[in-house]
Every structure is written in structure tokens, then in C-alpha cells.
């Protein structure tokens, strides 16, 4: 049952990084995605069949000790956008801004609720969830490796001096990714704890 409720949680919580790309593009003059129909909470909109459920449930289920997936991508133009100077960087810091929205607000219940001594424990560790996956997608995606949210806000502010270096992680982006997920995901693991705990209050109870 508990696997149900973690993929529910990540389903929605990808949907509403998507979202907020897409929000804070149109905010900023790029209707691409609302003209497409994707500036909505309806997951059928967003998902991935494979990335969205299939990954992450195996991953899951196997104790792989990481939880990975996907949502299709929001459609962003960013010859559209208004601050052409930042605006890309904007537009894809509005996705890990909003995970850690999320994070942030069911973290303050838990750490009024902890207070009080008062609250179910299975609902705690649906919420502690909600709380950990989120500011999992949050740091994950700030990594600057393509076609990650971290590699539009470091190209938009890296020097033309270092173009080969764009270059390079456009061009192996991926394959770096990968390396990175089954090599490196393991030491992002820290700050996520430390920022659970900053916000909860309390050490993962999951």
C-alpha cells in the first residue's frame, strides 16, 4: 500500500514542478505551454507512462535506494520570453522553487504536529514523504547536467569563454546524467536530510 501512496506522491509532485515551468514561462511571455494545454494539475496531461510510473515503481520495489523518474517536459520557447537575458533561468528555477513550496508547507505541519504530539502515524509518514520526494526533486534537478533545471540556470550565467564546456554537456548531457544517478545520486542524499531536518524539525522518519 505504501508503494501506491509514493508513487501517487512523486506523480504529483513532478506535475506541479511541470506546472510551475510552465506558470512562471507564461508569466514571462511564452504562452507555448498554456496554448498546449499543460498549465493544469491533471497528471494525464503531463505523465510519462514509462518515466512517470514504471521507472520509479521498479526502483521502488527493488530497494534500488533511489527514486527517479520523469514527467514529459513542459514546452518553453525561449525566444519568446521577455527577459531574454535570464529568462530561461527563471522559467527553470520555478520548477525546484515549487517542490520546495511544497516541502515547506507540509514540513510546518509536521513540526506543529510533532509539537503537539497528535498526529496519526501513518498520516506523519505520508506527509514526511510528500516532504523528502519533494526536496529530492528539488536538489536533483538543480544539478547543472543537461537536460536537467540546473544546466539552463548555468549556461545562462556562464562566461562565452567557457562555450566548450556548453558544448560538451549538451552534447554527452546524458550519458553524463546517467553516470551521475547510479555513481554520485547517493551524495545528494546529506543535504536533503539536512534540509528535511531545517524545515520538519526532526530526522527522517521514512
Do not use: C
Not at 128 to 154: K, Q
Amino acid at each position: 500500500m505504501i508503494y501506491i501512496f509514493i508513487i501517487a506522491i512523486f506523480i504529483f509532485s513532478v506535475v506541479i514542478h511541470e506546472v510551475a515551468h510552465g506558470t512562471a514561462a507564461n508569466y514571462l511571455g511564452d504562452d507555448t505551454a498554456k496554448i498546449a494545454g499543460r498549465l493544469t494539475l491533471n497528471p494525464i496531461k503531463h505523465l510519462d507512462p514509462i518515466g512517470s510510473v514504471v521507472v520509479p515503481l521498479l526502483l521502488i520495489i527493488s530497494n534500488a535506494g533511489i527514486v527517479f523518474g520523469w514527467a514529459k517536459p513542459v514546452p518553453v520557447n525561449p525566444s519568446k520570453l521577455r527577459d531574454q537575458k535570464y529568462g530561461d533561468a527563471k522559467v527553470a528555477l520555478a520548477g525546484p522553487l515549487a517542490n520546495l513550496a511544497v516541502a515547506l508547507v507540509f514540513g510546518i505541519i509536521l513540526r506543529i504536529a510533532f509539537n503537539f504530539d497528535q498526529f496519526p502515524y501513518q498520516l506523519a509518514t505520508i506527509f514526511s514523504y510528500i516532504v523528502f520526494i519533494n526536496i529530492l526533486l528539488a536538489i536533483f534537478n538543480l544539478v547543472p547536467i543537461p537536460p536537467l533545471d540546473g544546466s539552463h540556470i548555468l549556461f545562462t550565467f556562464l562566461p562565452d569563454t567557457y562555450r566548450d564546456l556548453k558544448i560538451f554537456l549538451s552534447q554527452y548531457g546524458f550519458i553524463i546524467l546517467i553516470f551521475f544517478i547510479f555513481f554520485l545520486f547517493r551524495f545528494l542524499f546529506p543535504f536533503i536530510s539536512f534540509i528535511y531536518k531545517g524545515i520538519v524539525g526532526a530526522p527522517l522518519i521514512i
